[in-house]
């Protein structure tokens, strides 16, 4: 997962999102996840990345919330490193800078972080 971020940071793009893996309902991961009990969302909304209570599938070395937890932060360091922000300063103005770090400055709720 940093070797990803790192490389989202050396490529320095207009944009990058990061995802974690979800077993949606009929997929292949998803029968793996039922097989192997590992512990998948009670509604729909859990299966969204961004929602409050969303449940990705845990590693062989990581917890579902370690993921999480790493996920959320890559979106903070990408998005308010100063090399990024400032290339977005000079393509596409100060302004769109600034309204992404006012976007960058606001934590996603989550409940499976505690």
Same mark, same amino acid.
């Given at each position: 997962? #940093?070797?990803?971020?790192?490389? &989202? +940071?050396?490529?320095?793009?207009? @944009?990058?999102? %990061?995802?974690? /893996?979800? /077993? ?15 512990? +998948? ?6 299966? *969204? #990345? ?5 449940? $990705?599938? $845990?590693?062989?070395?990581?917890? /579902?919330?370690?993921?999480?937890? %790493?996920?959320?932060?890559? %979106?903070?360091?990408? @998005? ?5 922000? &400032?290339? !977005? *300063?000079?393509? %596409?103005? $100060?302004?769109?800078? /600034?309204? !992404? ?11 499976? +972080? *505690?």
């Amino acid at each position: 997962m #940093q070797a990803t971020l790192d490389l &989202a +940071l050396d490529l320095n793009c207009e @944009f990058a999102n %990061f995802y974690v /893996a979800m /077993a949606y309902p009929g997929s292949q991961l998803y029968k793996d996840a039922l097989r192997k009990d590992w512990p +998948l969302p009670e509604t729909w909304n859990g299966y *969204s #990345q961004h929602a409050v209570d969303t449940l $990705p599938l $845990p590693t062989k070395y990581l917890s /579902a919330a370690e993921v999480l937890r %790493f996920r959320d932060d890559a %979106f903070q360091v990408y @998005f308010r490193n100063p090399n990024y922000l &400032a290339m !977005i *300063s000079r393509k %596409f103005g $100060p302004e769109t800078a /600034a309204h !992404i770090g006012e976007m960058a400055s606001h934590k996603l709720e989550r409940r499976y +972080l *505690s």
